[in-house]
């Protein structure tokens, strides 16, 4: 295993830093991680790597072993695993990231939800992902593809090298990832690694000479590694670690159970009173019986008899298994079982004490994201928390009952944004409240001079702050303006509202109460 340290090492040589890149490719495929993340992959891609190498065994009177190429052998390989990975994801990040202070996600890139989403994927499967920020969207590479060279001293990932390589024969690429730029290599077949490009800021400005068009390129990096890793837990287990023996357990009564069914399908013939012939003569027989069949007996007087029989496959016993398999599988992997709960009448609190075992997962999984986030959000210079709006079935009629019995006891915004969560259209908050505090405002405006619309007022605002104003301030405007328009507070009161809730001047604010802008 090759460490940061080791790279530090090798200092401006670039021969020793070559040779140092391939090494600690070559170290990483070698590990263990990087072999069960391998394996892990087949795995939630439904390509048992255990099942699909297993092979029957006889025998023989001198114990050798042989190939059995005579019986069934069905390789029923299950995607339980991907299942429950899928399952893990989608309940934390199905409904994407939402942010406490109104972050525009566009600052992070407009796939960033589906980025956490596949950064969590591969987390689950190999037991950490890594997390590029680049400028202003975010790259997700797999343990498979990355080499992590962390300090020895605290631990902290302080460089890396990803690399790709379509086969073992074809030309090597890697990008060696440090905290004041990056390195990209490349090596031909038959060739040593090679500089394709020197190193580089992470984020380039350029600029143009208005006398003669000259590009001036000034790089800048950012104040710490801009490759964050998203661990599936504290020691960056897979989710496969400790399950996988239960799994092939499944995987194989599947594949048994297929081929005692094969096998049941074999007709075999008990020939009685039939000693004069040997087994060249019973072949002889039993082929002309598959052909015609009619069966032929001349001693029959001396109970001569050929009967058929045909073997019956141990069902029950193994159906037994594999219910008892599943439910372990359920168990260890702390998932949710939709047929727990798929009677129509089903309670709130019954549905609920289903999703505890996952839940209790989603909360440690939720506290790794959590933190890569928080560190993306740190290199792109922004203030914010991240939560989430967990997948859950649910009995709608009663949970939305539930809400409003609660409406006299908080606000609307909260009941607005408790009743879109429930029907599925949480990413509609800010639209809906911003169209009930411009139809509220409608009810109360004045009509002069002095009282601007609803629109007016909350698009001098963003104008004002430079930015969509959230839920609350678009409610906390109108309530201002209303109250202003109805004489509750003088104007001056409503000026240093509006400084506070929304964070404009005092001349901001006047513009905006008066329609000036």
Request: aromatic residues 8%.
């Amino acid at each position: 295993m090759k460490t940061y340290q080791d790279l530090l090492d090798c200092g401006e040589d670039e021969k020793r830093r070559t040779v140092f890149l391939l090494g600690a490719i070559n170290d990483h495929k070698a590990s263990g991680q990087y072999k069960t993340a391998l394996a892990a992959q087949k795995y939630y891609d439904g390509e048992n790597p255990t099942i699909n190498e297993y092979e029957k065994i006889l025998y023989d009177m001198q114990g050798k072993a042989h190939l059995d190429m005579y019986t069934a052998n069905h390789k029923i390989a299950s995607r339980f695993f991907g299942f429950v990975v899928d399952q893990l994801v989608n309940y934390l990040l199905g409904n994407g990231v939402t942010f406490s202070k109104g972050t525009d996600q566009k600052r992070l890139g407009r796939d960033f939800d589906q980025k956490v989403s596949l950064a969590a994927e591969y987390a689950a499967v190999g037991g950490v992902s890594f997390g590029f920020f680049n400028l202003d969207h975010l790259e997700i590479f797999s343990v498979t593809e990355f080499v992590p060279l962390y300090d020895e001293e605290n631990g902290a990932l302080r460089a890396g090298i990803r690399w790709w390589q379509l086969a073992p024969d074809k030309p090597l690429r890697c990008t060696l990832y440090e905290l004041d730029g990056y390195t990209e290599y490349a090596k031909a077949r038959g060739r040593d690694l090679e500089i394709l490009r020197e190193k580089r800021a992470y984020i380039l400005h350029v600029t143009e000479r208005e006398m003669d068009g000259t590009k001036i390129y000034t790089g800048e990096n950012y104040p710490a590694f801009p490759i964050v890793p998203l661990k599936n837990n504290r020691d960056c287990k897979s989710e496969l670690a400790g399950r996988r023996g239960t799994i092939d357990a499944l995987d194989l009564c599947c594949s048994n159970m297929v081929n005692n069914v094969d096998e049941g399908n074999i007709i075999y013939w008990v020939l009685t009173n039939c000693g004069g012939m040997d087994y060249l003569d019973a072949e002889k027989f039993l082929r002309l019986v598959k052909r015609s069949h009619v069966a032929f007996m001349d001693n029959t007087n001396e109970g001569a008899q050929a009967e058929p029989h045909t073997i019956e496959a141990p069902f029950e016993g193994t159906q037994t298994a594999i219910d008892m398999l599943e439910k372990k599988l359920y168990q260890d992997f702390q998932a949710f079982d939709a047929s727990a709960v798929q009677a129509g009448n089903q309670t709130a609190t019954a549905i609920k004490a289903s999703y505890v075992p996952l839940d209790l997962k989603a909360d440690k999984f939720e506290r790794e994201v959590t933190q890569f986030i928080l560190k993306i959000l740190e290199l792109a210079g922004i203030d914010d928390e991240p939560s989430y709006t967990r997948n859950q079935i649910i009995n709608r009629q009663e949970e939305i009952q539930s809400v409003l019995m609660a409406a006299e006891y908080v606000t609307a915004e909260y009941i607005t944004k408790k009743l879109l969560t429930v029907l599925g259209d949480a990413d509609m908050v800010e639209e809906i409240l911003k169209q009930q505090a411009a139809e509220n405002l409608e009810r109360f405006d004045a009509g002069g001079e002095e009282a601007p619309d609803a629109d007016e007022a909350i698009d001098a605002a963003e104008e004002a702050v430079g930015k969509t104003l959230n839920g609350s301030q678009t409610s906390s405007l109108i309530t201002v303006i209303r109250q202003l328009s109805a004489g509750g507070i003088t104007e001056g009161q409503a000026v240093k509202i509006l400084m506070t809730s929304i964070g404009v001047t005092r001349e901001e604010a006047l513009a905006i109460l008066r329609g000036e802008i």
